[in-house]
């Protein structure tokens, strides 16, 4: 099964290279996408990305695909599962979820008023309030989706401007989905998409037909 790899806000697909690796040693086809974080809305990432998808998989497109985002790639990849046209041209899909902010970023809603954050991060900034993100449909039926975390497993997480348990970046409570609980895999958020034990979970969900 062909697989898509989508890297968090600030970061780009050269940083998920690794992560490609780890799937095509588990038998998987994959590739890393890039956004522009700063310059696009998700709606104008997800369609930039169908377009990349189907020049790589072809206009008739495959049975079934699978995603493997991390942090704002997840907001990507939800964009992207709401658009008619990428779900009839890849009906099934399975998507593995990295610290995903799926209520919105605690922190970037503490960081709204703060110029530098959006000198930063650009329309980022604004894509990552918990209300745009509230608007964001979540994933179809078509999609099985596993949510893994980080944190430190207490009450307390690795930044004290988020509350309760967080991985320095994304709290916990920020990252179910409406039917989709988070499981729990421990550490920091920049070292995630890297980490063996991660991605051997990863890669047991997409290669199964286990649920979500």
Known sequence: MPVALLHGAMRGPKGMLPTARALEGAGFRARAFGYAT?????????????????????????????????????????ALLDRP?????????????????????SLAQQLHDFPPFH?????AAAELQPGPIARLAPPPDSCATLILVGGRGDSRGYNPLIA?????VVATADTPLPGVSSEFVGGLHSTL????????????????????
Do not use: C
């Open 38 to 78: 700063r310059r696009r809305d998700l709606a104008g990432h997800a369609e930039s990305l169908e377009a990349e998808l189907r020049a790589w998989l072809g206009s008739e497109g495959p049975e079934a695909i699978g995603l493997l985002t991390h942090s704002m790639g997840g907001l990507v990849a939800r």
């Open 85 to 105: 046209s990428f779900r009839a041209w890849a009906p099934r899909q399975r998507m593995v979820m990295l610290a995903p902010p799926n209520q919105g970023s």
């Open 119 to 123: 000198w930063v991060y650009g329309r």
């Open 164 to 168: 309760g348990d967080d991985d320095g």
């Open 193 to 212: 998409q890297w980490r063996k034990d991660v991605l051997d979970r990863a890669a047991r969900f997409l290669g199964t037909s286990e649920a979500g």
